[in-house]
Each structure stands twice: as C-alpha cells, then as structure tokens.
C-alpha cells in the first residue's frame, strides 16, 4: 500500500495545495493512502474535516510521519530540514525549481530519494493530462488581463452611450503558448482588440481562431526553434528585429501582456527602457515573466512601478490568487502522474509501493535525482547566467 504525504505549503505567498479531496479521494480507490497536515488546504478553501471525510489522517506540523511514507506530492520544494527527515528510497513531486537547484540536488542525493520535477514533464500527448505548468499558464493568462483591466484608465469593451461612443481598448500579447492564449480568450470576451507577436509563425492560426490579430515574427531573421514543446532561447540578433517591430504597436496598446519564456533561462528582454516612452500614460504593462528576469524593463516581481504614468505590475505568482480552482487543476495534474506511475511498474522487477519505470518517457523526462545522482545534469547546466541586451 502507497503512503503519500500532503504539506501545508511554506514558502511565502503560497496558497496553492498539492492534493484536494477530490484526488485524495480518486487515489485512494487505488490503494494509495493519505497523510495530510492541518491546514495544509485552508488557504485553498480546502478544510481539514473535507480530507478526513475521504480518510486522509490529519498531521500536526511536528509530526514524525515525514520519515514513514514512501512520496510526498508538493507545490515548492520543502525546505532541506523537511527533505532531510524522508527515509532513503522516497519519492518526492512537484514543482521543484530544478535550474540551478544544486543545494536542493545536495538534500536530495544526500537521503538516496527520487524527484520528480514537474518543470521538466516531456509535452508529449501522453503526459497532456499531467502537464502542470499548462494548467497555471491558464490561470495567470486569464488573471493577467483582470489585473490589466482593474489599472486601466479607460473601458474595455465598446460602448455607444447617448454621450458618444467609447472606442474598444486595444490590447497587445507577447506570446502565444498557454497563458498568452488564455489571454487573448479573455481580452476579447472583454470586447478588447487583441494583436499577439509569436516568434512561431504556426501560432497564427490559434491566434486568428480565437479572435486576435497575429503579428507574424520578423522577416530573413532566423526565428528560435522549439524542443520538447518548449521555446528555445533566442539570438540577440532576433530579439533586436522584433524590438523593434514592436515599437509601433507599444504606441498603439492600452494593455500589453508579456508571457514570454525559456525554460532555465532568463526571460527575453522584448521591451526596452527607451520603448517604453512609446506606451501612452495611463496604460499597463503586466509581465509575468518577472521572476525570469522580465520581458519588460524596469518591471519588479511582486510590485506595481509607476514609470511616467505607465503601471507596470510585476505579477510573478497569478495562480496563488486564484488557490481554490489553481490547486484544484494542480492537484488533478498530479493525480493523473501518481496512476501512471501505479500501472506502469518496470518490467521484469518487483514494483515498490511508488513504481519508477526509467525506460518511460515520462518517467525519465522529469525524474531530476534518483539513487544518490542527478539525472538531468543538462538542468543545472542550462542555468548558468546568460546575458541577456536591454
């Protein structure tokens, strides 16, 4: 039988859960029994009495249980003192900051224990219902164009009043992957006119099926490849054309959304500090690359900056105000991962209580440490600091 524990989250400013009652109780008809600590779901909306109904035991914060199960699913990381209490051969999964981590590798390595970083997930179709950081992406594109709309200084939408007509707010989206999708659905059923800039020309057609106007990437430029589903860094000769391609469209937006990423690298810088003059006072810039360094200068993660009547918010944790439905979604992700895990034991070995089969995909995408060594060197090396121009 699996025994997994659910901790109350720690790290400040998260609300989210990795486990709701819903998937508590979804595993447990796999055999998988539950271990919660108190108030681990009440920032979430999730009650201690909701997971003992489904037969999850409640934990107090000292209790010695952290050295019993066989897995822990989280949100961050726990801190090392935590980590350190797990016995050898334990599972541990979420979203664990994997780029540069090499403390993190330390604890881990040093108690023999396997981690699973959902950062790291291969997209592939299979893992489609797993994929954590689509269903986040989703949230913070969608809360990203309420922040902008709460700063706005004018309407959204079209409106014909006896005093005259309001012309619709014109918004401007870095990025077309999940949230700068998300947001362009939401600005338009905003009643906003929405242009995307992708450095993907394929992004056209989703653009254009949701009501959005594509702004195709520069031209005799090469554009950054993909890899596994994710974007690859781009040159700096790039980056310049599409700065300045965007020049005209910054004069022209009411909100611009920046969504632009790499995974273990810094964010590309899109928006300069001399492009920034272009933006009209009383628009709104929401970068929610911040945390990766920004796609937009002068942005501060956790802060709104006011830069010559412009609001540029810093919003590096959108999910977190959204716990309720954000952990809902995280927690199915991490529902679906754990049974195939269950129904996938390695073949021709005894399962354990918390089955890794290293010849998955899935499995060796995102498996970060397991057996005393790190294996995704390639992780740690990618996050080595790169320069990236204003």
Same mark, same amino acid.
């Given at each position: 039988?699996?025994?997994?524990?659910?901790?109350?989250?720690?790290?400040?400013?998260?609300?989210?859960?990795?486990?709701?009652?819903?998937?508590?109780?979804?595993?447990?008809?796999?055999?998988?029994?539950?271990?919660?600590?108190?108030?681990?779901?009440?920032?979430?909306?999730?009650?201690?009495?909701?997971?003992?109904?489904?037969?999850?035991?409640?934990?107090?914060?000292?209790?010695?249980?952290?050295?019993?199960?066989?897995?822990?699913?989280?949100?961050?990381?726990?801190?090392?003192?935590?980590?350190?209490?797990?016995?050898?051969?334990?599972?541990?999964?979420?979203?664990?900051?994997?780029?540069?981590?090499?403390?993190?590798?330390?604890?881990?390595?040093?108690?023999?224990?396997?981690?699973?970083?959902?950062?790291?997930?291969?997209?592939?179709?299979?893992?489609?219902?797993?994929?954590?950081?689509?269903?986040?992406?989703?949230?913070?594109?969608?809360?990203?164009?309420?922040?902008?709309?709460?700063?706005?200084?004018?309407?959204?939408?079209?409106?014909?009043?006896?005093?005259?007509?309001?012309?619709?707010?014109? @918004?401007?989206? %870095?990025?077309?992957? #999940? =949230?700068?999708?998300?947001?362009?659905?939401? *600005? &338009?059923? $905003?009643? !906003?006119? /929405?242009?995307?800039?992708?450095?993907?020309?394929?992004?056209?057609?989703?653009?254009?099926?949701?009501?959005?106007?594509?702004?195709?990437?520069?031209?005799?430029?090469?554009?950054?490849?993909?890899?596994?589903?994710?974007?690859?860094?781009?040159?700096?000769?790039?980056?310049?054309?599409?700065?300045?391609?965007?020049?005209?469209?910054?004069?022209?937006?009411?909100?611009?959304?920046?969504?632009?990423?790499?995974?273990?690298?810094?964010?590309?810088?899109?928006?300069?500090?001399?492009?920034?003059?272009?933006?009209?006072?009383?628009?709104?810039?929401?970068?929610?690359?911040?945390?990766?360094?920004?796609?937009?200068?002068?942005?501060?993660?956790?802060?709104?900056?006011?830069?010559?009547?412009?609001?540029?918010?810093? @919003?590096?944790? %959108?999910?977190?105000? #959204? =716990?309720?439905?954000?952990?809902?979604?995280? *927690? &199915?992700? $991490?529902? !679906?991962? /754990?049974?195939?895990?269950?129904?996938?034991?390695?073949?021709?070995?005894?399962?354990?209580?918390?089955?890794?089969?290293?010849?998955?995909?899935?499995?060796?995408?995102?498996?970060?440490?397991?057996?005393?060594?790190?294996?995704?060197?390639?992780?740690?090396?990618?996050?080595?600091?790169?320069?990236?121009?204003?």
């Amino acid at each position: 039988m699996t025994q997994l524990l659910i901790p109350r989250e720690r790290h400040p400013g998260e609300t989210r859960v990795a486990a709701t009652p819903e998937t508590v109780n979804r595993l447990s008809s796999r055999g998988v029994r539950f271990a919660v600590e108190r108030g681990a779901g009440a920032a979430a909306g999730f009650s201690d009495q909701a997971y003992s109904d489904v037969g999850a035991a409640l934990l107090n914060d000292d209790h010695g249980s952290w050295g019993e199960v066989d897995g822990v699913l989280c949100v961050q990381p726990p801190a090392l003192e935590r980590i350190a209490r797990l016995r050898p051969g334990a599972v541990l999964v979420g979203l664990l900051a994997p780029y540069g981590a090499e403390a993190l590798v330390a604890g881990l390595n040093d108690r023999q224990l396997s981690a699973l970083s959902l950062e790291l997930l291969p997209r592939i179709s299979r893992a489609q219902t797993m994929d954590v950081l689509s269903s986040q992406a989703n949230i913070a594109g969608y809360k990203a164009v309420l922040l902008a709309a709460a700063a706005l200084d004018r309407y959204v939408p079209m409106l014909m009043t006896a005093a005259g007509t309001i012309q619709p707010a014109r @918004a401007l989206i %870095l990025g077309a992957g #999940v =949230a700068g999708l998300q947001a362009l659905a939401t *600005a &338009r059923r $905003l009643g !906003a006119v /929405v242009v995307v800039s992708d450095v993907r020309p394929a992004a056209r057609e989703q653009v254009e099926s949701l009501g959005g106007r594509f702004l195709a990437p520069p031209e005799q430029v090469p554009a950054p490849a993909e890899q596994g589903g994710y974007a690859q860094q781009a040159t700096e000769d790039f980056l310049a054309a599409q700065r300045r391609q965007l020049e005209e469209q910054l004069a022209l937006a009411d909100m611009v959304i920046c969504t632009a990423q790499v995974p273990g690298r810094p964010a590309p810088r899109l928006i300069s500090e001399a492009m920034l003059d272009h933006l009209r006072p009383g628009s709104v810039v929401v970068d929610l690359a911040v945390a990766q360094g920004g796609n937009c200068a002068a942005t501060v993660a956790g802060r709104t900056v006011e830069r010559n009547g412009v609001s540029l918010i810093g @919003a590096d944790a %959108l999910p977190c105000s #959204v =716990a309720h439905h954000a952990s809902a979604l995280y *927690a &199915r992700n $991490l529902a !679906a991962l /754990v049974e195939h895990l269950l129904d996938s034991p390695p073949a021709g070995q005894e399962p354990g209580p918390i089955p890794l089969n290293l010849e998955d995909p899935i499995v060796a995408g995102c498996l970060f440490t397991h057996g005393g060594s790190c294996r995704r060197e390639d992780v740690l090396a990618a996050s080595r600091p790169v320069e990236v121009a204003a």
